[in-house]
T-cell receptor, first 113, second 108 residues
Framework: EAQVTQNPRYLITVTGKKLTVTCSQN?????MSWYRQDPGLGLRQIYY???????DKGDVPEGYKVSRKEKRNFPLILESPSPNQTSLYFCASSLGGGPDEQYFGPGTRLTVT | SQQGEEDPQALSIQEGENATMNCSYKTSINNLQWYRQNSGRGLVHLILIRSNEREKHSGRLRVTLDTSKKSSSLLITASRAADTASYFC????????FGQGTILTVHP
């Protein structure tokens, strides 16, 4: 089944404790992206990657890191999480090198206390 | 920065009625995409309309795009209770930027 998977789906952590949210797609997609969704603010792009080894900042990259060592994986790293990073996070991928017709993962609900 | 802005913020209709949602944006786009989100789940792509297209259909969905007015509309005909969801427009120009969405409630 074609899908984007994220792990974990739910995470409660404390300020400053490094964490990684994994994202994997099995559709051989070139483009991958991370978004965060907050009430009243909609979805905002954190980082995106047009292909392997190429990543770029979205609208809200502060406090996050990404890497794209393999085509299928695009992990999101929070080196020192803070409470303002409490949010619902989505990974997405699309076939071409751009964000057209993206497939979204199920989301990761992160709480930082 | 948020590009697309949906209107209305919330829409409540009866099953069988049509639902129309609008999206306005500010700068140039390559295409505009509509997505649906069911309560806290991942977004699902519905339809993409390119900047040189004016209208597009997919099943019960009809999307129009007016680049001179920088606006788009999504029409869902003969709505069903299962159409209850949030609908987002995303404007694409290198990257995809979403608005805050329209919450559609369809009452059986």
């Amino acid at each position: 089944e074609a899908q984007v998977t994220q792990n974990p789906r739910y995470l409660i952590t404390v300020t400053g404790k490094k964490l990684t949210v994994t994202c994997s797609q099995n559709m051989n997609h070139e483009y991958m992206s991370w978004y965060r969704q907050d009430p009243g603010l909609g979805l905002r792009q954190i980082y995106y990657s047009m292909n392997v080894e190429v990543t770029d900042k979205g609208d809200v990259p502060e406090g996050y890191k990404v890497s794209r060592k393999e085509k299928r994986n695009f992990p999101l790293i929070l080196e020192s999480p803070s409470p303002n990073q409490t949010s619902l996070y989505f990974c997405a991928s699309s076939l071409g090198g751009g964000p057209d017709e993206q497939y979204f993962g199920p989301g990761t609900r992160l709480t930082v206390t | 920065s948020q590009q697309g802005e949906e209107d209305p913020q919330a829409l409540s209709i009866q099953e069988g009625e049509n639902a129309t949602m609008n999206c306005s944006y500010k700068t140039s786009i390559n295409n505009l995409q509509w997505y649906r989100q069911n309560s806290g789940r991942g977004l699902v792509h519905l339809i993409l309309i390119r900047s040189n297209e004016r209208e597009k259909h997919s099943g019960r969905l009809r999307v129009t795009l007016d680049t001179s007015k920088k606006s788009s509309s999504l029409l869902i005909t003969a709505s069903r209770a299962a159409d209850t969801a949030s609908y987002f427009c995303g404007t694409s120009y290198g990257k995809l930027t979403f608005g805050q969405g329209t919450i559609l409630t369809v009452h059986p």
